[in-house]
T-cell receptor, first 115, second 112 residues
């Protein structure tokens, strides 16, 4: 069965440091997509970045990049130069061909950025 | 602002009652998804509609039902409510497979 695992319940970094949030996935499908979302304390879900299983280059969006290692089935989110506003819960998610277009989510990682 | 709207923002009700949550997707999006977020279960996919038809079902209880109307807005009906149904309910919409889901602000349901 398809599964998303985020093993870090909490991460603590200082401003301007880079941070990597881990995500591993399990699927036997060849075609799938990986996503990261941010949920600040206000509760909204904000889409950050997408990586397709056939994409050869790692996705980047501003300070966010996705370190995609297909053989290891990992899709880690890298945030460069952390800011106080990055403090939030971060969710990794996946959709795969057989599921249509719904996403399954990991349990999330809480990131705390201090000054 | 994702472009997805949900009403109401907060809902407080009693056990055994029935409530309806409403969602309007982004302009042009045909797919609507409902998710439940609780502390113990995380983010759970409930159900997806595409252009008025049910497309996929997740962990949706039999007491819950949904529909999507011709104008593409969607409603999630929760009945015989239990304390454990207290959660944040999200609606999301999407144009296609390679695009992320865009979430509404959520409806926080409290069952007393």
């Amino acid at each position: 069965a398809q599964k998303i695992t985020q093993t870090q319940p909490g991460m603590f970094v200082q401003e301007k440091e880079a941070v990597t949030l881990d995500c591993t996935y399990d699927t036997s499908d060849q075609s799938y997509g990986l996503f990261w979302y941010k949920q600040p304390s206000s509760g909204e879900m904000i889409f950050l970045i997408y990586q397709g299983s056939y994409d050869e280059q790692n996705a980047t969006e501003g300070r966010y990049s996705l370190n995609f290692q297909k053989a290891r089935k990992s899709a880690n989110l890298v945030i460069s130069a952390s800011q106080l506003g990055d403090s939030a819960m971060y969710f990794c998610a996946m959709r795969w061909d057989q599921a249509g277009t719904a996403l399954i989510f990991g349990k999330g990682t809480t990131l705390s950025v201090s000054s | 602002d994702s472009g997805v709207t949900q009403t109401p923002k907060h809902l407080i009700t009693a056990t055994g009652q029935r409530v309806t949550l409403r969602c309007s997707p982004r302009s042009g999006d045909l797919s609507v998804y409902w998710y439940q977020q609780s502390l113990d279960q995380g983010l759970q996919f409930l159900i997806q509609y595409y252009n008025g038809e049910e497309r996929a079902k997740g962990n949706i209880l039999e007491r819950f039902s949904a529909q999507q109307f011709p104008d593409l807005h969607s409603e999630l009906n929760l009945s015989s409510l239990e304390l454990g149904d207290s959660a944040l309910y999200f609606c999301a919409s999407s144009k296609g497979w390679a695009e992320g889901l865009f979430f509404g602000p959520g409806t926080r349901l409290t069952v007393l």
